[in-house]
């Protein structure tokens, strides 16, 4: 069974800083990586998707990695702003299966 | 892009009464939702899949009985809620998956947020 971590639970930086979000999975056999925000009460936004031949996308100031060899990717924001506080979620699909097994997230909050 | 609503976007109701939320697909065709739901800090869960046309599947652990899914249309997906109770409160999320999108793409709805009182 595929099993999603995300490290850590929860950050809390200064606005303009970079930082990076973890997340590791344990069944390489994906076909690929979403990374999704959530503000609180609402639904997913799919920020990134990596498809498993790749080894990262970029959207504006965000970068997403992906080593499926080594069961990771992580997520840079690049020069962080308050409205990037929400909740950070990655997810994989493995090869030939509908659903996705999703992170237990990570909490940002961005300090104005 | 893709766009899929959720209605309501939040209910309250009483104990042992029944609740049905509707999923839409808006400007696609969505031959396969998904429901999902999410407890207070915990992430999301897969409840079951739904193609249209044919019996949902349902995860282990998920009463079919109780989370009645209806896939009638290409564009409209809806899970009632039978007989609930307080511990069914929680954050439920559709997504859709297209026709013609590709397969690995699932577009999420905004959710629904039930509290049974």
């Known amino acids: 069974k595929q099993e999603v971590t995300q490290i850590p639970a929860a950050l809390s930086v200064p606005e303009g800083e970079n930082l990076v979000l973890n997340c590791s999975f344990t069944?390489?056999?994906?076909?690929?990586l979403q990374w999704f925000r959530q503000d609180p009460g609402k639904g997913l936004t799919s920020l990134l998707l990596i498809q498993s031949s790749q080894r990262e996308q970029t959207s504006g100031r965000l970068n997403a990695s992906l080593d499926k060899s080594s069961g990771r990717s992580t997520l840079y924001i690049a020069a962080s702003q308050p409205g990037d506080s929400a909740t950070y979620l990655c997810?994989?699909?493995?090869?030939?299966?509908?659903?996705?097994?999703f992170g237990t997230g990570t909490r940002l909050t961005v300090i104005p | 892009g893709a766009v899929v609503s959720q209605h309501p976007s939040w209910v309250i109701c009483k104990s042992g009464t029944s609740v049905k939320i509707e999923c839409r697909s808006l400007?696609?065709?969505?031959?396969?939702m998904f429901w999902y739901r999410q407890f207070p800090k915990q992430s999301l869960m897969l409840m079951a899949t739904?193609?249209?046309?044919?019996?949902?599947?349902?995860e282990q652990g998920v009463e079919k009985d109780k989370f009645l899914i209806n896939h009638a249309s290409l564009t409209l997906s809806t899970l009632t809620v039978t007989s609930a109770h307080p511990e069914d409160s929680s954050f439920y999320i559709c997504?859709?998956?297209?026709?013609?999108?590709?397969?690995?793409?699932?577009?999420f709805g905004p959710g629904t947020r039930l509290t049974v009182l």
């Open positions: 400007d696609f065709q969505a031959t396969t």
């Open positions: 069944d390489s056999a994906i076909y690929n």
């Open positions: 739904s193609n249209e046309g044919s019996k949902a599947t349902y």
């Open positions: 997810a994989v699909p493995l090869t030939g299966a509908n659903n996705l097994f």
């Open positions: 997504s859709a998956r297209g026709t013609s999108a590709r397969t690995d793409t699932q577009y």
